[in-house]
């Protein structure tokens, strides 16, 4: 009888430690999250090449800064944010089964990110028309180098977006296979987190 109830007691206790390990698991797949890190060292490299690059150029570093706008800049770290946020919104949805609410709130995600791109295509145009460039001094050659990189993340983070909102809409993902969602939207905030650290690095310190 002892035994009966120590193994019952035991075979709970397993299922409690397996359902704590699935809550614990780390959302996506892990194909994506060798992804994320490869691009996290790849920004990090460039983060502290400018960093590195400041300390040699200081003066050059302060008139750069001087000639960007950083409303501009805070307006794009609040889009991000805000679009993060929906992500995250249509994620819960998912979650919850609601493919069709899920692909709406990646749609406004996708607006809202729109709002950067507009914004940082301004920017760039308005950096040209006082003649600077790539090849102005090394500031400039960084800011261009590293926010264009970060851009390009931009849009190839709205295409995965896309195509997990047209899966998401036709009801393809569920509680058993949602992986791949995860790992979308885990992208997405990787490439917003990567801006909360460029915008004080490149406008503000």
Same mark, same amino acid.
């Given at each position: 009888?002892? &035994? @009966? !109830?120590?193994?019952?007691?035991?075979?709970?206790?397993?299922?409690? =430690?397996?359902?704590?390990?699935? %809550?614990?698991?780390?959302?996506?797949?892990?194909?994506?999250?060798?992804?994320?890190?490869?691009?996290?060292?790849?920004?990090? !490299?460039?983060?502290?090449?400018?960093?590195? @690059?400041?300390?040699?150029? @200081?003066?050059? #570093?302060?008139? *750069?800064?001087?000639?960007? &706008?950083? $409303?501009?800049?805070?307006?794009?770290?609040?889009?991000?944010?805000?679009?993060?946020?929906?992500?995250?919104?249509?994620?819960?949805?998912?979650?919850? *089964?609601?493919?069709?609410?899920?692909?709406?709130?990646?749609?406004?995600?996708?607006?809202?990110?729109?709002?950067?791109?507009?914004?940082? /295509?301004?920017?760039?145009?308005?950096? #040209?028309?006082?003649?600077?460039? !790539?090849?102005?001094?090394?500031? +400039?050659?960084?800011?261009?180098?590293?926010? +264009? +990189? &970060?851009?390009? &993340?931009?849009?190839? *983070? $709205? /295409?995965?977006? =896309?195509?997990?909102?047209?899966?998401?809409?036709?009801? %393809?993902?569920?509680?058993?296979?949602?992986?791949?969602? %995860?790992?979308?939207?885990?992208?997405?905030?990787?490439?917003?987190?990567?801006?909360?650290?460029?915008?004080?690095? !490149?406008? /503000?310190?």
């Amino acid at each position: 009888m002892n &035994h @009966s !109830i120590h193994s019952e007691a035991e075979l709970t206790l397993i299922g409690i =430690t397996n359902e704590k390990t699935l %809550e614990k698991r780390l959302p996506g797949d892990l194909a994506m999250w060798f992804f994320i890190l490869a691009e996290l060292t790849v920004f990090a !490299i460039l983060f502290i090449g400018f960093a590195v @690059s400041e300390q040699l150029n @200081s003066a050059i #570093f302060i008139e *750069g800064k001087a000639k960007l &706008h950083q $409303m501009l800049g805070l307006i794009n770290t609040l889009t991000l944010i805000t679009s993060s946020f929906f992500v995250a919104l249509a994620l819960n949805a998912m979650h919850a *089964g609601d493919g069709k609410k899920s692909a709406k709130l990646l749609v406004v995600a996708k607006l809202v990110a729109c709002v950067y791109i507009a914004v940082k /295509v301004w920017e760039y145009m308005s950096l #040209f028309e006082q003649n600077i460039d !790539i090849e102005t001094n090394t500031f +400039f050659t960084l800011y261009f180098m590293i926010t +264009f +990189f &970060h851009l390009m &993340h931009i849009l190839l *983070g $709205m /295409v995965i977006l =896309t195509f997990i909102a047209v899966k998401a809409n036709k009801n %393809e993902y569920n509680a058993s296979n949602i992986t791949g969602f %995860e790992a979308g939207a885990s992208y997405w905030h990787m490439v917003d987190m990567l801006w909360i650290i460029l915008f004080p690095l !490149i406008y /503000v310190i």
